[in-house]
T-cell receptor, first 112, second 115 residues
Framework: DAKTTQPNSMESNEEEPVHLPCNHS???????IHWYRQLPSQGPEYVIH???SNVNNRMASLAIAEDRKSSTLILHRATLRDAAVYYCIPLRGNFGNEKLTFGTGTRLTIIP | EPEVTQTPSHQVTQMGQEVILRCVPI?????FYWYRQILGQKVEFLVSFYNNEISEKSEIFDDQFSVERPDGSNFTLKIRSTKLEDSAMYFC?????????????FGEGSRLTVL
């Protein structure tokens, strides 16, 4: 499995954009980059995923470096509800095997 | 919005007892998973299940653990003889697609406390 490196923690002010970085320099060419988050006392929640191109959805944007060795999750306007641990997870495209390998992630604190 | 539901939310058991954790995945999903998270530690993969058989299991998923889908809707995790170190939050998840492109939907978890 590809190794990932994320900051242990980050802080952001409410209603400001947040950029959460992830290094995944050993990612293989067929690994997707998934981001999940875990709100306090809840199960993990899917945020977004991508392969090569930048991706947007209603929750966030994902910017993937051209060499795919890093990516950045962008929350455009953080709310208090976005306080969570964010996990960057490379995932092989194996059939029927969504074996997510969670690291320690980045704990995001939102300051009101 | 469809969701994965898990019962019980919290179970306390004595060491050596059998425990069954239950999950109702999202109805049109085909792939099912159990993960666990010991307090203060990472979320760990236990097992994936597709087409009524185990697709992959981790080293944690030893002979004390088993999974089944008895009635086409429930997906259960059984721990035959619980140990203190089995105390954790157990998360069920399901997904519609494989091939590393589908998102997993997780339940709220079942907290298991082994005394």
């Amino acid at each position: 499995d590809a190794k990932t490196t994320q900051p242990n923690s980050m802080e952001s002010n409410e209603e400001e954009p947040v950029h959460l970085p992830c290094n995944h320099s050993t990612i293989s060419g067929t690994d997707y980059i998934h981001w999940y988050r875990q709100l306090p006392s809840q199960g993990p929640e899917y945020v977004i995923h991508g392969l090569t191109s930048n991706v947007n959805n209603r929750m966030a944007s994902l910017a993937i470096a051209e060499d795919r060795k890093s990516s950045t999750l962008i929350l455009h306007r953080a709310t208090l509800r976005d306080a969570a641990v964010y996990y960057c997870i490379p995932l092989r495209g194996n059939f029927g095997n969504e074996k997510l390998t969670f690291g320690t992630g980045t704990r995001l604190t939102i300051i009101p | 919005e469809p969701e994965v539901t898990q019962t019980p939310s919290h179970q306390v058991t004595q060491m050596g007892q059998e425990v069954i954790l239950r999950c109702v995945p999202i109805s049109n999903h085909l792939y099912f998973y159990w993960y666990r998270q010991i307090l203060g530690q990472k979320v760990e993969f236990l097992v994936s299940f597709y087409n009524n058989e185990i697709s992959e299991k981790s080293e944690i998923f030893d002979d004390q653990f088993s999974v089944e889908r008895p009635d086409g809707s429930n997906f259960t995790l059984k721990i035959r003889s619980t140990k203190l170190e089995d105390s954790a939050m157990y998360f069920c998840a399901s997904s519609r697609q494989g091939r590393g492109t589908g998102e997993l939907f997780f339940g709220e978890g079942s907290r298991l406390t082994v005394l």
